[in-house]
């Protein structure tokens, strides 16, 4: 799992882990109980119900995407069978290599299967989502990332606005931070220095951790480790 995930709470009891499968190349899926039993100041912690939610992502970086969506698929029938409330997608969903009228193309069949999700979706983006088909670090090239944006951007607003965005569900709040913003900056390639979020989404990082209503917990979701 490409992803690095956190669950941030004043009085969390624990988070359960329950291991999934490993369908395909560079896909792993997990079933993750997040027992947001947390700081609410007008229930007891006893009375807090768990949030329950699914973890699936990188699909791309491979030389068949097409086979790679056929264990996307599985995954998704996966998730289904444990029964989530939602299902958080750890980016690399798309090949921003390719041309814009396929990254448009597979956007339709990869989105068409996480729309088979019994639960509602959501997409933080990794680096062969944004990147442009020119390999170099800090390029100023954001065709690709722009791209992302409308495409992901038509079905969540939050996102269409900006690479980052948070949302609350049942008193948790998931956080989707953005760690692409310097391009083509991939730590296992030497350049982990300029992998970064600047200063900009960290304010409104800041600001989404102190927005009220007060969370019970915090989930950061995102796809390359800063």
Known sequence: L??????RGRATNRIDWS?????GMRLVLMA?????LGACATAPLQD????RFGVIGDQTGV???ARAYQVLEQGVAALNAHQQELVLHTGDLLESAEATDIVQRDWLDASSILDRLEAPWYLTPGDHDVNPPERMTGSTDRSREALFQT???GRNPAAAEQPFYSFDHRGVRFISLYSHETLHADPRWGVTFQARISERQRQWLEEALAATPTPRATVVFLHQPL
């Open 32 to 36: 993750l109980v997040a027992c947001a």
């Open 63 to 65: 030389d068949n995407l």
């Open 48 to 51: 807090a119900e768990p949030v």
């Open 151 to 153: 495409l992901y951007g």
């Open 19 to 23: 291991a999934g499968s490993v369908l």
């Open 2 to 7: 490409r992803a690095a995930g956190s669950l």
